[in-house]
């Protein structure tokens, strides 16, 4: 007796432990001998879809083991810039015998319910995570037949409109990259080349920025243009995001291209332009010397390195004292901007003898004009066009040449003329001989 009741408490001991195993799940137990994925916590794992997609054959109603009533599948589509638009077909056999239902990743919340059609065919937008996806039937339905079904999910990630230019010339413009990160985002495909973007700053800055999504250094390569040259000045990579790119003032490109096929599909990066220089001065009291701005005439724009453009800052935060005082036959070097917001630009510079000035202004994109002024603000000098332009998107080099005795105080006195906005930016070239 005391046996049969020990037996008797392990059953019931089994029988509460099986329900409670059960119950803690969300499916109700076919009777197909095993609840093989029929519930959410049993769904076959699909895996992360790619845009081959998968086909899936299985069956419902009465099968060799029981009665099936329904199959969950697990998949997910990958995490990116936009949603993708799913694919999902039912090719069922009896017709009209199944339906569909999707969830999202909690498996509780449905995103989807189909009405049952005839094999079933529709489109659904998704962004990148985890989904659940139910085939499903009922006894009334399946009428004691066996159900056969194909089960085919398909993504196809939805493009970006892609706004870039094919070249620099004709390139949609963002305008200033000061203020505000920029945001780029376009597509590409086998055939598209590499995307420009047109932008101009009014100072000298760091050009800041990232492509954005996982390991954007092995899919995208950016490069900022300088179209006065040419040059394209590369970033080291293309997750930089402390260490940004010096430049002069002036309008520029950016390129984006992908690397081979890692890079094709929908792009997203974002851009700044950080303030990263002297202020030039917008009167004689708040003037920069122009020692102070010196760039140096072997200098290349965009490769000054990461501490300054101006040829004295060599370590970060230290401010060396540069005097005033030009040296005789030295070549100084200053580009800058100049326009509607701060039409007047001053450079202040001493002598210790009497000298030579020699003066030019060039890379002019609109007009402008440079003057030489004692501290009164008494006209000594000014530019005049010398020779011709030899490109269309530039105005012709100003120069002067005079005689200044040496004990006053003097200054450069950039001069926008122009209507046109925004600005231009400028080159200044300026030695001192002996008279």
């Given at each position: 007796?005391?046996?049969?009741?020990?037996?008797?408490?392990?059953?019931?001991?089994?029988?509460?432990?099986?329900?409670?195993?059960?119950?803690?799940?969300?499916?109700t137990?076919?009777?197909?001998?095993?609840?093989?994925?029929?519930?959410?916590?049993?769904a076959?794992?699909?895996?992360?879809?790619n845009?081959?997609?998968?086909?899936?054959?299985?069956?419902?109603?009465?099968?060799?083991?029981?009665?099936?009533?329904r199959?969950?599948?697990?998949?997910?589509?990958?995490?990116?810039?936009?949603?993708?638009?799913?694919?999902?077909?039912?090719?069922?056999?009896p017709?009209?015998?199944?339906?569909?239902?999707?969830?999202?990743?909690?498996g509780?919340?449905?995103?989807?319910?189909?009405?049952?059609?005839?094999?079933e065919?529709f489109?659904l937008?998704?962004?990148?995570?985890i989904?659940?996806?139910?085939?499903k039937?009922?006894?009334?339905?399946?009428?004691n037949?066996?159900?056969?079904?194909?089960?085919?999910?398909?993504?196809?990630?939805?493009?970006?409109?892609?706004?870039?230019?094919?070249?620099?010339?004709?390139?949609?413009?963002?305008?200033?990259?000061?203020?505000?990160?920029?945001?780029?985002?376009?597509?590409?495909?086998e055939?598209?080349?590499?995307?420009f973007?047109?932008?101009?700053?009014?100072?000298?800055?760091?050009?800041?920025?990232?492509?954005?999504g996982?390991?954007?250094?092995?899919?995208?390569?950016?490069?900022?243009?300088?179209?006065?040259?040419?040059?394209?000045?590369?970033?080291?990579?293309?997750?930089?995001?402390?260490?940004?790119?010096?430049?002069?003032?002036?309008?520029?490109?950016?390129k984006?291209?992908?690397?081979?096929?890692?890079?094709?599909?929908?792009?997203?990066?974002?851009?700044?332009a950080?303030?990263?220089?002297?202020?030039?001065?917008?009167?004689?009291?708040?003037?920069?010397?122009?020692a102070?701005?010196?760039?140096?005439?072997?200098?290349?724009?965009g490769?000054?390195?990461?501490?300054s453009?101006?040829?004295h800052?060599?370590?970060r935060?230290?401010?060396?004292?540069?005097?005033?005082?030009?040296?005789?036959?030295?070549e100084?070097?200053?580009?800058?901007?100049?326009?509607?917001?701060?039409p007047?630009?001053f450079?202040?510079?001493?002598?210790?003898?009497?000298?030579?000035?020699?003066l030019?202004?060039?890379?002019?994109?609109?007009?402008?004009?440079?003057?030489?002024?004692?501290?009164?603000?008494?006209?000594?000098?000014?530019?005049?066009?010398?020779?011709t332009?030899?490109r269309?998107?530039?105005?012709?080099?100003?120069?002067?040449?005079?005689t200044?005795?040496?004990?006053?105080?003097?200054?450069?006195?950039?001069?926008?003329?122009?209507?046109?906005?925004?600005?231009?930016p400028?080159?200044?070239?300026?030695?001192?001989?002996?008279?």
């Amino acid at each position: 007796m005391l046996r049969s009741q020990t037996f008797l408490a392990i059953l019931i001991g089994l029988l509460v432990t099986t329900w409670s195993a059960a119950s803690a799940e969300s499916w109700t137990p076919d009777h197909d001998g095993n609840g093989f994925n029929n519930s959410i916590e049993r769904a076959i794992d699909l895996g992360t879809l790619n845009t081959a997609g998968v086909n899936i054959r299985e069956q419902l109603g009465k099968v060799p083991w029981g009665f099936d009533s329904r199959d969950f599948y697990k998949f997910a589509l990958p995490f990116s810039f936009n949603d993708w638009e799913l694919s999902v077909h039912l090719d069922e056999n009896p017709s009209t015998t199944m339906w569909l239902e999707i969830y999202d990743q909690s498996g509780t919340r449905s995103i989807y319910a189909s009405r049952g059609a005839a094999d079933e065919d529709f489109k659904l937008p998704l962004g990148g995570g985890i989904y659940y996806i139910e085939v499903k039937t009922d006894a009334g339905t399946a009428a004691n037949r066996n159900l056969t079904y194909t089960l085919t999910l398909r993504p196809r990630q939805v493009p970006f409109v892609e706004r870039g230019g094919t070249a620099c010339r004709g390139a949609p413009s963002f305008g200033s990259f000061s203020g505000p990160a920029k945001v780029i985002e376009g597509s590409f495909d086998e055939r598209r080349q590499p995307s420009f973007y047109a932008f101009y700053v009014p100072y000298g800055f760091s050009l800041t920025g990232s492509m954005l999504g996982p390991a954007p250094s092995s899919k995208y390569a950016v490069s900022v243009i300088n179209p006065l040259d040419g040059a394209q000045i590369a970033f080291r990579n293309s997750t930089l995001r402390e260490e940004g790119l010096l430049l002069d003032p002036g309008f520029y490109c950016l390129k984006i291209e992908s690397v081979g096929m890692a890079g094709l599909g929908n792009y997203r990066g974002q851009f700044v332009a950080l303030n990263a220089g002297l202020v030039p001065g917008r009167d004689r009291n708040r003037a920069q010397k122009l020692a102070d701005m010196e760039l140096g005439n072997l200098t290349n724009n965009g490769r000054y390195g990461l501490v300054s453009r101006y040829i004295h800052y060599k370590n970060r935060g230290e401010i060396p004292n540069v005097s005033s005082v030009l040296e005789p036959a030295h070549e100084y070097v200053v580009r800058d901007w100049v326009g509607l917001e701060a039409p007047e630009q001053f450079y202040l510079f001493d002598l210790s003898e009497a000298r030579r000035l020699e003066l030019r202004l060039y890379n002019l994109t609109a007009a402008a004009r440079a003057f030489v002024e004692d501290a009164a603000g008494t006209l000594l000098a000014s530019t005049t066009v010398e020779g011709t332009s030899l490109r269309d998107d530039l105005l012709a080099p100003q120069a002067l040449k005079v005689t200044l005795p040496a004990g006053r105080k003097y200054y450069v006195r950039i001069e926008y003329s122009s209507r046109r906005d925004p600005g231009t930016p400028f080159g200044l070239w300026l030695r001192t001989l002996s008279p």
